[in-house]
T-cell receptor, first 117, second 112 residues
Framework: GAVVSQHPSRVICKSGTSVKIECRSLDFQATTMFWYRQFPKKSLMLMATSNEGSKATYEQGVEKDKFLINHASLTLSTLTVTSAHPEDSSFYIC?????????????FGPGTRLTVL | QKEVEQDPGPLSVPEGAIVSLNCTYSNSAFQYFMWYRQYSRKGPELLMYTYSSGNKEDGRFTAQVDKSSKYISLFIRDSQPSDSATYLCAMSFTGGGNKLTFGTGTQLKVEL
């Protein structure tokens, strides 16, 4: 149980295009999902907290117009990187916190590697 | 000072060794403590979740929390080459927006 999927697993795009990444909780409902960014050999950096049915909360320094988050249902959150540039190339990981169960447990997706040319 | 300190390693041990991974933290509000394992180019996998001082055992893994010293540990017994990965400690507290604060991760290599 507690499986989180991400799609796509890898994407290469041209500079200036937008890329959408999906995060799904497959066997549980998640009122709250989180989006992280990870640079090589570095820890995870929280970008934003996504709450079902409401606006996402962004961490300091993260551009909300650049990284659009939509949490349309209890099992799906999407991150759209708008007008992507090479500096946006990174490993993006989502996590989901079950609506029921242990209060602060989070389960992570397998990540999406974005390369912007 | 970072909220959570973790030695990045790399840590190299022979197969069968007992591995000790540690994190210290400065925020006494942290209540929930987690250990994640992350293989290269994969998402973190939850290994252990604890919310009180003391020990919790699951197979070859034991998580230890000492809130008085603000110190947590993960022990791996009979380490295997498949345990080679980066181990991340993470912690959170009620009222913290359910956010996790991560350590930098310790890279572990178990050699044959």
């Amino acid at each position: 149980g507690a499986v989180v999927s991400q799609h796509p697993s890898r994407v290469i795009c041209k500079s200036g295009t937008s890329v959408k990444i999906e995060c799904r909780s497959l066997d549980f409902q998640a009122t709250t999902m989180f989006w992280y960014r990870q640079f090589p050999k570095k820890s995870l950096m929280l970008m934003a907290t996504s709450n079902e049915g409401s606006k996402a909360t962004y961490e300091q320094g993260v551009e909300k117009d650049k990284f659009l988050i939509n949490h349309a249902s209890l099992t799906l959150s999407t991150l759209t990187v708008t007008s992507a540039h090479p500096e946006d190339s990174s490993f993006y990981i989502c996590s989901a916190r079950p609506t029921s169960g242990m209060s602060n447990e989070q389960f992570f997706g397998p990540g999406t590697r974005l390369t912007v040319l | 000072q970072k909220e959570v300190e973790q030695d990045p390693g790399p840590l190299s041990v022979p197969e069968g060794a007992i591995v000790s991974l540690n994190c210290t933290y400065s925020n006494s509000a942290f209540q929930y403590f987690m250990w994640y394992r992350q293989y290269s180019r994969k998402g973190p996998e939850l290994l252990m979740y604890t919310y009180s001082s003391g020990n919790k055992e699951d197979g070859r893994f034991t998580a230890q929390v000492d809130k008085s010293s603000k110190y947590i540990s993960l022990f791996i017994r009979d380490s295997q080459p498949s345990d080679s990965a980066t181990y991340l400690c993470a912690m959170s507290f009620t009222g913290g927006g359910n956010k996790l604060t991560f350590g930098t991760g310790t890279q572990l290599k178990v050699e044959l």
